[in-house]
């Protein structure tokens, strides 16, 4: 059993910063990827950013230079520090996780970009 549990979501200021956290917990301590997923009303979910267990980072377009992944194994969670806020940050972000061909999500946490 795994479980991922967000935390961190809220109401943000344009231009201002938030900090999205995901604690894993479970039977697998160290999985292949990590990483967060957004999605709006009416649009597909979309990849904010992974990193993989070697600490290989991807980001979306819009969020690159903004936004930063970090992972701590000893805690096996995953961090999204978001700076540099914009109104079109506003989704769920969902933590995700991915260990030998399973796919793992949180249960999603709102974000709000808004002054």
């Known amino acids: 059993q795994v479980q991922l549990v967000e935390s961190g979501g809220g109401l943000g200021q344009p231009g201002g910063s938030l900090r999205l956290s995901c604690a894993a917990s479970g039977t697998i301590m160290r999985f292949d990827v990590m990483g967060w997923y957004r999605q709006t009303p009416g649009k597909q979910r979309e990849l904010a950013a992974t990193m993989s267990r070697g600490g290989i980072t991807n980001y979306a377009d819009s969020v690159k230079g903004r936004f930063t992944i970090s992972r701590d194994y000893a805690k096996n969670t995953v961090y999204l520090q978001m700076n540099s806020l914009e109104p079109e940050d506003t989704a769920v972000y969902s933590c995700?996780?991915?260990?030998?061909?399973?796919?793992?999500w949180g249960q999603g946490t709102q974000v709000t970009v808004s002054s």
């Open positions: 995700y996780a991915y260990y030998v061909g399973n796919r793992f």
